[in-house]
Structures are given as structure tokens and as C-alpha cells.
């Protein structure tokens, strides 16, 4: 009789720690809901908002490369790459269209 105390005990243990175990990841489930809100989605944002500027380049557009070039658009190239006319001795630079990091002079109500 002993024994079949035992066995009962140890289910009812079973299935209070199941009901306890799913308390135990909703803290980890807020968690990644919080990170997606506030790290995950901003950055999905910035990312369409970068490629959807980099797509409405233009000539004389006035940009910014990731290396730190100021420079205007000249010409557009059909293998996704821009010239650009560097200050102050007007020196043309080659540079692919991925590398520019910013625009200078967004629609000055042009």
C-alpha cells in the first residue's frame, strides 16, 4: 500500500510541475516580445526607410558615404554605382550605390 502512496504522489508532482513549467516561460515569451517591439521592428523600419532612400537617388543629390565622402550625385550608373563631385577641387569618385550612408540635402522643398 506504501508503494501506491508513492506513485500517487509522484503524478500529482508531474502535473503541478507541467502547470508550473508554462509560469515559467511566460516571463522568456514577454521577454522576446519586449526585444522584438523595441529592438526588431525599429530596425526593420530603419532598414526599408535606408533602402527606400537609397532606390530615390538622384543627380545632384548632395550624400554621405559609410567612409565619410561628402560629395553631389553626377550620374547614376546602370551597374548601381554613382559618381560623385567631391569639394573642393571637384574630383569625381566611383562608388556603389550600397555605400552611401546618408543624404544631405532631402527635398529642400524642391
Do not use: C, H, W
Not at 526588431?40 to 558615404?65: H, I, S, Y
Request: proline content about 5%.
Amino acid at each position: 500500500m506504501p508503494r501506491g502512496d508513492v506513485v500517487f504522489s509522484f503524478l500529482l508532482l508531474q502535473s503541478s510541475a507541467s502547470g508550473n513549467s508554462i509560469i515559467g516561460f511566460l516571463p522568456l515569451i514577454l521577454i522576446f516580445g519586449i526585444f522584438y517591439f523595441l529592438l526588431f521592428l525599429p530596425m526593420q523600419r530603419q532598414k526599408k526607410k535606408q533602402q527606400q532612400m537609397l532606390t530615390e537617388l538622384k543627380n545632384g543629390d548632395v550624400v554621405a558615404t559609410s567612409g565619410g565622402i561628402v560629395g553631389s550625385i553626377v550620374a547614376i550608373n546602370a551597374d548601381d554605382t554613382l559618381i560623385l563631385r567631391v569639394k573642393p577641387d571637384n574630383v569625381k569618385l566611383q562608388v556603389v550605390r550600397s555605400a552611401v550612408s546618408s543624404l544631405l540635402n532631402p527635398e529642400n522643398g524642391k
